[in-house]
């Protein structure tokens, strides 16, 4: 995994590794990170480069985010594609313009971090819950090796989350811990 590889990148070139995120409506990256990023900005992809605007909107309201919260990247800027072909503009652009990536962000210090697909997102008792982010949070339990979360469809909820666990060799882990 990317978090996996970029300790043994700085190992190798005694620095952090330029980072970018990028698309191919972009026509290459919208954002670089720099070399020596400071600690509490390692695994961001940096800040928008000069011609590329980036808003962060609520996946609901549409309205824009505070700095450090999620929701769903907007676009727009001088690599920025027209549109797709046979598909109409409104389709994928905002009415202003802005071009709806599908790409869950959170912008911090005006550097840019990925958290995953907003149509990913679980959608459970009105919460947007995050497979991601409860993959991680399972896999860091003592005798987790992976895990694996989908929603699941629910007649109440819309949907509930719901979690494999593939133990640590040689464990037995239960639901209790």
């Known amino acids: 995994s990317l978090h996996e590889a970029i300790p043994?990148?700085?190992?190798?070139?005694?620095?952090?590794?330029?980072?970018?995120?990028?698309?191919?409506?972009?026509?290459?990256?919208?954002?670089?990170?720099?070399?020596?990023?400071?600690?509490?900005?390692?695994?961001?992809?940096?800040?928008?480069?000069?011609?590329?605007?980036?808003?962060?909107?609520?996946?609901?309201?549409?309205?824009?985010?505070a700095p450090g919260e999620r929701g769903e990247l907007l676009l727009r800027g001088d690599c920025l594609m027209l549109g797709f072909v046979?598909?109409?503009?409104?389709?994928?652009?905002?009415?202003?313009?802005?071009?709806?990536?599908?790409?869950?962000?959170?912008?911090?210090?005006?550097?840019?971090?990925?958290?995953?697909?907003?149509?990913?997102?679980?959608?459970?008792?009105?919460?947007?819950v995050s497979p991601q982010e409860v993959e991680v949070a399972l896999s860091g339990l003592p005798g987790v090796a992976q895990a694996f979360v989908a929603g699941v469809p629910d007649d109440v909820r819309g949907s509930i989350v719901a979690a494999i666990v593939v133990p640590v060799a040689g464990t037995n882990p239960d639901a209790d811990g």
């Open 8 to 65: 043994e990148s700085r190992r190798r070139l005694k620095r952090d590794p330029i980072t970018s995120l990028g698309m191919t409506e972009t026509a290459g990256p919208h954002t670089v990170a720099p070399y020596d990023l400071p600690a509490d900005m390692r695994g961001s992809f940096g800040p928008p480069i000069r011609g590329m605007e980036h808003r962060i909107v609520d996946l609901e309201s549409r309205r824009e985010v």
């Open 86 to 128: 046979k598909r109409e503009r409104h389709e994928t652009f905002e009415r202003d313009g802005w071009y709806r990536t599908g790409d869950l962000c959170s912008f911090r210090n005006g550097h840019l971090f990925f958290h995953g697909r907003v149509d990913d997102m679980i959608k459970t008792a009105g919460a947007n």
